[in-house]
């Protein structure tokens, strides 16, 4: 039997393609609340799954693809509403987009699945991307605050690559690349 946390998850999953469907039929204000729900529910599934003993393997790399589709069906969204704003920019997106697949490369490469690391740089971007969503629906847009985001988003996703290169074994759930023991506690091999 799933958790609630994996419902939370599994919405996001379902979500993301009726958020890209939005971004793309012109309706910004459904793709913005359904893309806050999406950021909400990725805020409590976490500790929920821990708070009730739930916490998984298989958790762990729902949450992963849940995160990918998210991400991606908010950055066509964003794009497509925020065009002339982000046009400029464009360099910076494509060191995201370029340090974001680096990630997934190099973990599938390397462990022949995608990260489910769970960065503490992973989870800082993330929430700030979110804030920065809430505040470019509500606000408009912020230039400083894109770079911002995106900025931190590159570093995290090198840290991502750095954990692949630097783990002996898949492990999932690590918090930090400087945090890593030689040690293969955590095993998912």
């Avoid at 929920?48 to 908010?74: C, E, F, M, P």
């Avoid at 900025?151 to 090198?158: E, I, K, T, Y």
């Amino acid at each position: 039997m799933r958790s609630v946390a994996d419902l939370f998850t599994f919405y996001r999953i379902a979500a993301a393609p009726v958020i890209a469907a939005m971004a793309l039929a012109g309706q910004r204000d459904a793709f913005f609340i359904l893309l806050i729900v999406s950021y909400f529910t990725d805020l409590v599934d976490g500790p929920i799954a821990r708070w009730l003993g739930k916490a998984s393997r298989s958790g762990a790399r729902l949450d992963t693809i849940a995160d990918a589709s998210t991400t991606l069906a908010a950055l066509l969204g964003v794009f497509l509403f925020e065009r002339r704003f982000l046009e400029p920019d464009a360099a910076w997106l494509y060191a995201f987009f370029a340090s974001y697949a680096a990630a997934a490369a190099a973990c599938l490469l390397r462990f022949r699945r995608l990260p489910a690391y769970h960065l503490f740089s992973a989870k800082a971007a993330a929430f700030l991307a979110a804030v920065f969503v809430i505040w470019l629906y509500l606000f408009g847009f912020s230039r400083p605050f894109l770079l911002t985001v995106v900025s931190l988003g590159v570093l995290a996703n090198l840290e991502s690559v750095l954990t692949t290169i630097r783990l002996s074994r898949f492990r999932s759930d690590l918090g930090s690349v400087v945090l890593l023991r030689d040690e293969d506690g955590d095993d998912e091999s």
